[in-house]
Each structure stands twice: as structure tokens, then as C-alpha cells.
């Protein structure tokens, strides 16, 4: 089998990713843009998270974890689909630990301390803010949490080492089911620097443990336009507004760095 194989044959999904302990990173990255450039990772009509809940695809069994809650508007939005469910949010609400985006490209420069926010944003009943960095919060949350999987994980930290961490901490988690949602993976200056570049470590290292490659599936990849996320409180947070209310992306810009995943093998 090669490092990194797309499994086309009619027992599998045709967007099944399996990914060896021997994967080359530029192999990954090229093959990851193949996917996007002939639809192997679909296009979907409105943002993963959206599309998720519309299918019915979290599991009923598991932690709900969001990372970085910022304004807290995500957060609310996935505690309002699921109601009936406890989850997490972490955040240190002091904004980036480090520079972002550099100046220039799509989006503006987003340096130390960006997305800070002024006070802890107000939650629902089913939401418990976890305040911190995630290297000083997350130990303690895994050993309170020892047999526990998680259902739905929902990464918009942006940055590679804070992405490293959630992995670090609670990836062993992270089992066949569990549904991932980067808010900022692809399509922006730097996206293999990030995100991307945890995820495939993490791949890597549990390929590893496993003795056999890992496996994930592509959900899809989707956002809305960038007037709408202006417009539409549903999807107003993020990288689309700060608490200056500057406005982030122009209005002719519509990304696609947002994509789900499942595991299938980890």
C-alpha cells in the first residue's frame, strides 16, 4: 500500500483517507489538494457543522468538545443543536498565545492576542467553560474524563501548537465515530503550517500505536458567503468578526476552510 492511499474501490468511500507511519507530509498535502481540486472532498452546501447535525452523524455516545470559544457564538450554536447533551468549551479568552496570519492575502494579520475577549461570554445551562491555556487545562480534564471517548471535537484554535495540544491531551479519545470539525483548515496563507499539520501528526503517531494505517473520511469542506457570515448572527464569529466588529473577510471572498471529518480507524 502506498503512504497514503484515497480507497476507491466499491467497498469503501470514495473519500476514505488511510495514513501510514511512513506518510510524507508533502505527500499528504498534495494529495489533500487533488481531493480538493476533483471533489473527493465534497463541497457541501452550507458549513460542516450544519451539515452534520442536519444528518444526524454525532454520535450519541461521548464528550462535546469545542476549542476556541472566543465570542462563544459556535459554542452555542452546537449546544443549541444538541441540547439534551453536557459539553466543553476551552478558551483562556486572552486571545492568540502567539502570531497567526501574517500581513497581506486574504485575511488580515492576526497576531499575539487576537480574539481576546473583554469578559467570559455568557453560556447555556449545558455548556462548562473550561478557562485556560490548553496545556495547563487539558491533563486535569483527561484524568477527570478517563473512560471517556469523544462524539463530536470541534477545533478552531487555529494555530499548530494549540492544535498540537488538544491531540497531545485528549487524542486518545478520539475513536472510531468521532466526527472533527476544523474551522480553519484549508484555503488560507500558511494552512499546512497549522491545523492540518497536527491532524496529520496525530494521524502519524496513531498509525503507529496502531500497527496499521489510520483512517478517516471526508466529510466535506463548506462555508457561507462572506456577506451572510455578516449578516447572519448564526454564523457570525470567528474569523469573521472581532470585538472591534472590524470585518475580516471582503465581501467577494468565499473560503472553504472549514472541513469535517470521521474516523474510521484510529
Not at 465534497?42 to 472566543?70: C, E, N, T
Not at 471526508?218 to 466588529?245: A, F, H, M, Q, R
Request: charged share 25%; glycine share 8%; aromatic share 10%.
Amino acid at each position: 500500500m502506498d503512504p497514503i492511499t484515497v480507497v476507491t474501490s466499491t467497498r469503501h468511500s470514495p473519500n476514505l483517507v488511510s495514513v501510514a507511519p511512513s506518510t510524507d507530509y508533502n505527500t499528504f498535502i498534495k494529495d489533500t489538494q487533488a481531493s480538493l481540486d476533483d471533489g473527493r472532498i465534497p463541497k457541501l452546501p452550507s458549513p460542516p457543522l450544519d451539515q452534520i447535525f442536519k444528518r444526524g452523524m454525532v454520535p450519541r455516545d461521548g464528550l462535546i468538545l469545542d476549542f476556541g470559544v472566543a465570542t462563544g457564538n459556535f459554542t452555542r450554536y452546537i449546544a443549541g443543536e444538541l441540547k439534551g447533551r453536557r459539553m466543553y468549551g476551552f478558551d483562556s479568552f486572552k486571545g492568540l498565545p502567539s502570531d497567526w496570519l501574517p500581513a497581506g492575502g486574504v485575511l488580515p494579520k492576526a497576531a499575539m492576542g487576537a480574539f481576546a475577549q473583554d469578559k467570559i461570554p455568557e453560556m447555556p445551562d449545558n455548556v462548562e467553560l473550561v478557562v485556560g491555556l490548553f496545556d495547563d487545562t487539558l491533563p486535569a480534564f483527561a484524568e477527570d474524563h478517563p473512560d471517556d471517548t469523544i462524539a463530536l471535537l470541534h477545533v478552531d484554535c487555529d494555530l499548530y501548537e494549540s492544535t498540537v495540544s488538544i491531540f497531545k491531551n485528549v487524542g486518545h479519545m478520539i475513536v472510531p465515530g468521532t466526527i472533527i470539525v476544523f474551522d480553519e483548515l484549508f484555503d488560507y496563507p500558511q494552512y499546512a503550517e497549522h491545523e492540518l499539520k497536527a491532524f496529520f501528526e496525530f494521524l502519524v503517531e496513531r498509525s503507529e500505536d496502531l500497527g496499521e494505517n489510520c483512517q478517516f473520511e471526508w466529510i466535506g469542506t463548506g462555508d457561507v458567503s462572506s456577506e451572510e457570515c455578516l449578516t447572519n448572527p448564526k454564523y457570525k464569529s470567528g474569523i469573521y468578526d472581532d470585538p472591534s466588529g472590524a470585518k475580516l473577510v471582503s465581501q467577494d471572498v468565499n473560503l472553504k476552510m472549514r472541513c469535517g471529518v470521521k474516523m474510521t480507524r484510529v
